[in-house]
């Protein structure tokens, strides 16, 4: 079955170190999302990005950055990492327009 | 850009009882509108979606109405359960776009 996989699901780290989170999906999806979750705030966009080479920030992109190589796979590096940068990520896919996100697990990162 | 707005921020009903989630948006092209239900330590869920074309849709006890004019739709659940206890999260789409902008979410506990 075709599905959407984050990696690690547990992450902690030291402030000023770079952090790269993996995101791997199998459904074919050109479209890309990564989101950060804080509570009071719900799902805050970083970036995204809709085929091969293609990557757009988000609302909340500052500290963070992405690069698209393969339609598969869509990596969320933190430059250097912030304690304001604890929090829980997902990444998400979507076949088309008007059509709902399938999301990863998560991953939770500390930055202590 | 689109932002979003949902209330309440929590909601307790009795076991039976029916439930209503509210979110407004403030962009007038946003055109599809997803709900998302957030078990404690999973993965956003899409649960039901509408159409800018559609004014509601109904899913056996979940239903979504959108009110264009005046830029809000809302969630109702009928005969809650214990297993429907969840955070529930509203989007928009920005404009026409594949882009999600989502609200803070709603805890709903449901009292056996």
């Known amino acids: 079955d075709a599905e959407i996989t984050q990696s690690p699901r547990h992450k902690i780290t030291e402030t000023g170190r770079q952090v790269t989170l993996a995101c791997h999906q199998t459904?074919?999806?050109?479209?890309m999302f990564w989101y950060r979750q804080d509570l009071g705030h719900g799902l805050r966009l970083i970036h995204y990005?809709?085929?091969?080479?293609?990557?757009n920030k988000g609302e909340v992109s500052d500290g963070y950055s992405v690069s698209r190589s393969n339609t598969e796979d869509l990596p969320l590096t933190l430059e250097s990492a912030a304690s304001s940068q604890t929090s829980v990520y997902f990444c998400?896919?979507?076949?088309?327009?008007?059509?709902?996100?399938?999301f990863g697990s998560g991953t939770r990162l500390t930055v202590v | 850009g689109e932002n979003v707005e949902q209330h309440p921020s929590t909601l307790s009903v009795q076991e039976g009882d029916s439930a209503v989630i509210k979110c407004t948006y403030s962009?007038?092209?946003?055109?599809?509108f997803p709900w998302y239900k957030q078990e404690l330590g999973k993965r956003p869920q899409l649960i039901i979606d509408?159409?800018?074309?559609?004014g509601e849709k109904k899913d056996q006890r979940i239903a979504v109405t959108l009110n264009k004019t005046a830029k809000h739709f809302s969630l109702h659940i009928t005969e809650t359960q214990p297993e429907d206890s969840a955070v529930y999260f509203c989007a928009a789409s920005e404009g026409g776009t594949y882009k999600y902008i989502f609200g803070t979410g709603t805890r709903l506990k449901v009292l056996a």
């Open positions: 990005s809709y085929g091969v080479h293609d990557t």
């Open positions: 962009d007038s092209a946003s055109n599809y």
């Open positions: 998400a896919s979507s076949a088309s327009v008007n059509y709902g996100y399938t």
């Open positions: 509408i159409r800018s074309n559609v």
């Open positions: 459904w074919n999806h050109n479209n």
